[in-house]
């Protein structure tokens, strides 16, 4: 029997149906976090925006409790950028990616700039510093520099945090709260959180039921993580598979929703770097490669969607929130739009 063949438009309404964009959920926002894999979050309020897109009531103090209780934490994870998830899931997630880490670090300038310091040696140093108290990487790379005269302060902060499992910590992160990202290790700052390592096989289906169906160059593109074909391989029997219309394998979990192309798909306002927009590398489902240039001149990646696709990136200046449409837009997606522009600028002004 030859595989199934799934349009761009189902594809589409797969992706904001796991995304929890096609209706607003109720659910926890603890069991939210999970059921995306966390949420990017190098910019700290970005959360908190993606949450309100994504849940029914959505309440910032139900974000902002979470993470000052240390059951919520944000952290390097996937693609070695700022992931906020849930303190269970960083005790999964951060030993598999610590490869992924570990990489960016050698390819990065800043391997380049130790001045001849042991990276092992930095990480030791540094651990002992970051298990008592929380520091800035401007305030750990000189101190690590007093060991290391001859090192750039920078890089060996960048070794530090970027080498060891380290989070953020509060203010920083909290509901319209400012103050400098310091780190501390997480053993210190989660030290309840036994809970296994995860599996890549299982890292592997989590990704598909928020993401899918996808092809492994998705999943490698999400993750960071490399060699994942001979992972797959191994785990053919337990996974469906389809095809997209270049004919490429799509890969999926057994039972997750695959909507029909034509149903309705509200607007929505994306928060900064949603994993919506990035957490493929065949971005053409969400987002039309015409208009990746346009959009992405905004540092911050904030875009919107009409009918289930980009349409136009967003801002905010004096408290006003300020739509910029790449499309034209008929007038039932205007009123949608600004309906939905309207409601998010009560949130963020409450």
Avoid at 145 to 165: H, N, V
Avoid at 237 to 242: K, Q, T, V
Avoid at 317 to 330: H, K
Wanted: net charge neutral; with cysteine.
């Amino acid at each position: 029997m030859s595989e199934r063949v799934l349009t761009l438009g189902e594809l589409n309404r797969a992706l904001l149906a796991r995304q929890m964009l096609l209706e607003r959920c109720s659910i926890s926002v603890g069991d939210a976090l999970e059921r995306l894999v966390g949420m990017q979050s190098q910019e700290p309020q970005a959360p908190y925006i993606g949450l309100w897109s994504r849940l029914e009531g959505f309440r910032p103090e139900q974000l902002s409790d979470l993470i000052a209780d240390r059951k919520a934490v944000r952290g390097a994870l996937m693609r070695a950028t700022v992931h906020l998830v849930t303190a269970a899931d960083w005790q999964r997630l951060s030993a598999l990616t610590a490869p992924v880490l570990a990489r960016a670090f050698k390819g990065s300038q800043f391997s380049k700039q130790l001045g001849g310091a042991d990276p092992e040696q930095v990480v030791t140093a540094a651990r002992e510093l970051l298990s008592v108290t929380a520091l800035s990487r401007a305030d750990l790379g000189p101190a690590l520099a007093a060991r290391w005269p001859g090192a750039d302060p920078p890089s060996l902060a960048q070794a530090a945090t970027m080498l060891m499992p380290v989070v953020q910590v509060p203010p920083r992160g909290l509901w319209r709260a400012s103050g400098q990202a310091k780190w501390i290790t997480a053993d210190v700052w989660l030290p309840d959180a036994a809970v296994e390592h995860e599996r890549v096989e299982t890292i592997v289906r989590r990704y598909l039921a928020a993401f899918g169906p996808a092809t492994v160059k998705d999943i490698q593109a999400w993750s960071g993580l490399t060699r994942l074909k001979q992972v797959v391989d191994g785990m053919r029997e337990e996974l469906c598979s389809f095809r997209d219309e270049q004919g490429r394998e799509l890969l999926d979990v057994p039972g997750a929703p695959l909507p029909e192309a034509g149903c309705p798909a509200p607007a929505r306002l994306l928060p900064p770097f949603d994993n919506t927009i990035l957490g493929h590398s065949d971005r053409t489902r969400v987002i039309d490669p015409a208009h990746w240039q346009a959009v992405s001149q905004d540092r911050l990646l904030r875009m919107f969607l009409v009918d289930g696709f980009v349409a136009g990136s967003w801002s905010v200046a004096d408290g006003q929130i300020f739509t910029r449409p790449l499309v034209p837009l008929s007038a039932k997606a205007t009123r949608e739009l600004a309906q939905e522009t309207e409601r998010l600028q009560a949130f963020l002004r409450a």
